[in-house]
């Protein structure tokens, strides 16, 4: 059963998705860790793949940069493929003094003044969280493997070249959000709304203090540690 945005029959996604932004970031994925991999989406170049980690079937897909690109691949892998759970893996911006180039964040709660939740089902308030439980998921993958994970409270915004340069330290001290990404907001809503899960973990690719920053070629390329816990925790997730 395929969708508009997805050429996928309904048993070729594994009930646990791993989502990076990019799709060739899911493609290397799949061919760095998936055993027996397949690929069974190339519709708009948004790249999907299923195969074997550690004996656990996982999936990987990319989600597109913005909410409401990463709203309409949730929405279908929730409603259309019977996903249970997708984990965001994608990168973000720290403006916070305590926060460094590196650091793997755990989301605990999205901040956003998009109007993405309202459009999508009459959703008001500004505030998305994700799975409790798949936060403790990934948490404990985390520890297992002896990597540091830290919880955060981040903005989802949809706007990446803001004008206003001094806005990210308004909501930081407003809000409490210590980093910026683009997706998670949208991601934790379409969860919640089809009774599923989410989490988005998190790498800091740049920062506004230190104004340090990795291209876009090493983004493709690292953040090891982020999907090894995600990896993780998937398998956990399925009780295998």
Request: with cysteine; hydrophobic share 40%; proline share 2%.
């Amino acid at each position: 059963m395929a969708t508009i945005h997805n050429q996928a029959s309904r048993n070729e996604i594994a009930s646990v998705v791993l989502m990076p932004g990019d799709p060739l970031r899911a493609k290397g994925i799949a061919e760095q860790y998936l055993e027996q991999a397949f690929q069974f989406n190339s519709t708009r170049n948004m790249l999907g793949y299923t195969g074997w980690y550690k004996k656990t079937r996982i999936s990987v897909m990319g989600g597109g940069m913005g909410g409401p690109s990463t709203g309409i691949y949730a929405h279908e892998l929730y409603r259309k493929y019977d996903v249970d759970t997708i984990i965001r893996v994608g990168s973000c911006g720290a403006f916070s003094e305590q926060i460094a180039m590196g650091d793997v964040l755990l989301v605990e709660e999205s901040w956003s003044e998009s109007t993405f939740a309202q459009t999508y089902d009459g959703y008001k308030d500004s505030w998305e969280y994700p799975s409790g439980e798949l936060n403790a998921i990934i948490m404990r993958a985390a520890a297992e493997q002896g990597k540091q994970v830290r919880l955060a409270k981040i903005h989802s915004t949809d706007c990446f070249y803001r004008m206003d340069r001094e806005a990210n330290f308004k909501i930081r001290e407003k809000y409490g959000c210590v980093a910026e990404e683009m997706e998670s907001f949208a991601l934790f809503h379409v969860a919640r709304a089809a009774g599923k899960k989410a989490a988005a973990l998190l790498t800091v690719s740049d920062h506004s203090i230190t104004h340090e920053a990795i291209s876009a070629e090493e983004r493709q390329r690292t953040f090891e540690d982020m999907i090894e816990i995600a990896l993780m925790a998937a398998k956990k997730e399925t009780g295998e």
